[in-house]
């Protein structure tokens, strides 16, 4: 698989364009579908951060979206332009507080992590974000063409 790339506007609404883009890459790439529910999850959750936190919901910013399969890893990487932020400040979550609170968001960077095998965030302040996510894969046989 080369890589595949897709830019959107920092809409919500592109949130669905961008989940079927990652869900059709990966299933070319044989990938198995409890592993590509995990990857959309993780890509919906920085996107929506993106949208959310970087561009404050203005709906002008860009996002760029690049897939690639790279031997046995399934690697997104999600370029933005907007506020950085330091993930080294976002605390661990106490899942029980949390959910004894009713609280709604938040969880974002704690289920990335979770999801995926490799969460990474790089900035250059003023410039660009980037989030690189990958997730260790093998091909669902059942779907070998």
Known sequence: MKTSKLKVKSKT???SVIRDFVSSHAAEANIEQDIVENIILAVDEACTNIIKHAYHSVPDGEIIIKL???GKKFVVTITDYGNS???DKIP???LQKYYRQKKV???GMYLMKTLMDNVE???VPGKYNEVL???NIKADKSNVR
Request: no cysteine.
């Open 13 to 15: 609404e592109n949130l």
């Open 68 to 70: 690639k399969l790279s």
């Open 85 to 87: 932020f330091s993930p």
């Open 92 to 94: 661990e979550p106490d």
């Open 105 to 107: 968001g938040g969880l």
């Open 121 to 123: 965030y790089r900035s």
């Open 133 to 135: 996510l990958s997730k």
